[in-house]
Structures are given as structure tokens and as C-alpha cells.
């Protein structure tokens, strides 16, 4: 069996248990709001996360947890909030969280290479710290997304459980909203990944073909688009203003964080190719004039 096989079914195994702990503390906190008994839910699994990435000293056993996370949400809510009664709004938002999270947990898994492998950022985060990485591991690698995530989910509890339909037209475009989203991160991965295997590879190689010669970053724009998408369907079932707090905080971390994140490791890596390529390309939203020259 092969590292990488091996490593896949060690994860595998790994967020079974979690997701049975999850489902484990949903059902003992019975007398909370749902909002809540979700939110600790959430709050326990991630715990146990980052106890999984200490015994196997590696924090991209918190990977996953991003992509699979929206899923287990739907699972719970088709179970706990008449799944049976579902209408077309409910089964089209739970069929956009599910494509979005199995898609993006198998790409992962596409390009999981074992556990000798940590992301980039946790290694530079583990080096830039020393002895404090592991608060930072807690906080920053671990809780935050599953903050921000569980934010970005919660205008749908709106649709699943708290409201009822104000708007089929607000609904329908957040579903094509998110739909595009989903596209977009599909596009981008795909070719990303076909990049990787190719052949000749050269140090100052970039990929710049395809949707990425539109945007540097097309598949953060991808999981922007999809998450604003969300919010759409959830203010369509009039979920309140401060639902908006999980997209936005998304946009942000994006921007301020990812972004410039991953285009210093580019710089560093790449410095003369990406100068070229930073100056030619936007950085996230495609220039329209370029896509009318290119045609």
C-alpha cells in the first residue's frame, strides 16, 4: 500500500471519529437553541482536530475540515429538520453545499501527497514562531476557519429550519451565484492540478493559461462568489443583516490574508516570472477588456 493510501485512509478514519463526536454532542445538548447546539458541535470536532494534528504533528490534518464540515451540516439538518419536507429551495441549497464540499474535499485528497507533506503556510508559521506556534496552530489554523465557516453557514439556517421563502428571485440568483462559484473553483483546480503534472518542469514555471490568465486567483474567487451566493439564498428566506458577517468575513480573509499570503511565497519562489505575470493579470476579479481582447 502506498504512503499516500495509506495516509487517505488514516484521514478517512480520523474525521469518522469526529464526525460521530460531533453528532455525539448535537445530541447531548438537546435543550440548547439549534443555532447552538451546531456551533459546539462544531467547536468539539475542531478541538479534536487539532488534537489528531498534535498526535500526528502535522497540521494539515485540519485540511479537510474546511470543505467537509458544510456537508455534515446538511446531513444534520435533512435529519433533525424534516428532511422529508424539503421543497425545491431547500433540496437546490443542500445539493450547492454538498457539490461544493465533495468536490473540494476530493481535490484535496487529489493532491494529498502523505503525511510528510504540511501546507506551506504552517511550515512557515511553525519556523516564524518556534514555540509558539502551537496557540497559533489553536487559533489561526484550526478555530478561526471554523469560525468563519460556521458564519458563512449560518444564513442557512434560515432556509432549513427559522424561515420561510420571501423571495424566489433573491433565492434564484444566490443559486446561480453560488453555482458560479463552484464553477469557478472547479476550473481552476482542474487546471491546477494538470499543471503540476506536467512535464519539463522549469523553477520560474507559472500557470497563466486558462481561467488563470484572467485572474491569479481564481479560485478564491471561486469560494468568494460561492459564499456571497449562500448569503443570498439566506436573506432570500429573510435571514437578518448580521448573517452577512461569515461572507464578509470570508472577503476578507481572502484579500488580507490568503491572497497576499500565497503571492509572497510566489515572489519568493518566483520573483522575475511572477512580476511579469502580477503585472499582466488581476489579481482576483477578470478585467473585462482582457477577456474581450482575447476572443
Known amino acids: ?23 455525539v454532542t448535537y445530541e447531548v445538548l438537546d435543550n440548547e437553541e439549534p443555532v447552538l447546539r451546531f456551533l459546539y458541535a462544531d467547536l468539539v470536532m475542531t478541538l479534536a482536530t487539532f488534537i489528531f494534528s498534535l498526535l500526528k504533528r502535522n497540521s494539515s490534518v485540519y485540511d479537510p475540515y474546511w470543505s467537509v464540515i458544510p456537508f455534515f451540516f446538511i446531513v444534520q439538518w435533512f435529519i433533525y429538520f424534516g428532511g422529508s419536507d424539503w421543497q425545491i429551495y431547500q433540496w437546490i441549497c443542500a445539493i450547492a453545499v454538498s457539490l461544493w464540499s465533495w468536490r473540494l474535499t476530493l481535490s484535496w485528497a487529489r493532491g494529498f501527497p502523505g503525511w510528510h507533506h504540511e501546507d506551506w503556510r504552517y511550515v512557515n508559521f511553525r519556523n516564524q514562531f518556534g514555540n509558539f506556534f502551537q496557540p497559533i496552530n489553536l487559533l489561526g489554523i484550526h478555530l478561526y476557519p471554523t469560525l468563519i465557516v460556521f458564519l458563512g453557514m449560518w444564513p442557512l439556517f434560515w432556509v432549513f429550519d427559522f424561515g420561510a421563502i420571501q423571495s424566489s428571485f433573491l433565492f434564484y440568483t444566490g443559486a446561480f451565484i453560488t453555482f458560479i462559484g463552484i464553477w469557478f473553483e472547479y476550473k481552476a483546480d482542474n487546471q491546477l492540478a494538470l499543471f503540476r503534472k506536467r512535464k519539463n518542469k522549469k523553477k520560474e514555471d507559472i500557470l497563466n493559461t486558462g481561467i488563470w490568465s484572467y485572474s491569479r486567483n481564481p479560485n478564491y474567487l471561486g469560494e468568494i462568489l ?3 451566493g449562500l448569503l443570498g439564498i439566506g436573506m432570500s428566506f429573510n435571514s437578518p443583516w448580521y448573517t452577512s458577517l461569515g461572507s464578509i468575513g470570508m472577503l476578507l480573509m481572502f484579500l488580507f490574508a490568503s491572497i497576499p499570503m500565497k503571492e509572497k511565497q510566489m515572489i519568493k519562489n518566483r520573483p522575475e516570472a511572477f512580476k511579469k505575470y ?18
Open 1 to 23: 500500500m502506498s504512503n499516500k493510501r495509506r495516509a487517505l485512509i488514516e484521514v478517512t478514519i480520523i474525521y469518522i471519529l469526529i464526525g460521530v463526536l460531533g453528532w
Open 226 to 228: 460561492f459564499w456571497f
Open 278 to 295: 502580477k503585472n499582466e493579470v488581476s489579481v482576483i476579479i477578470p478585467s473585462l477588456l482582457k477577456m474581450r481582447t482575447k476572443r
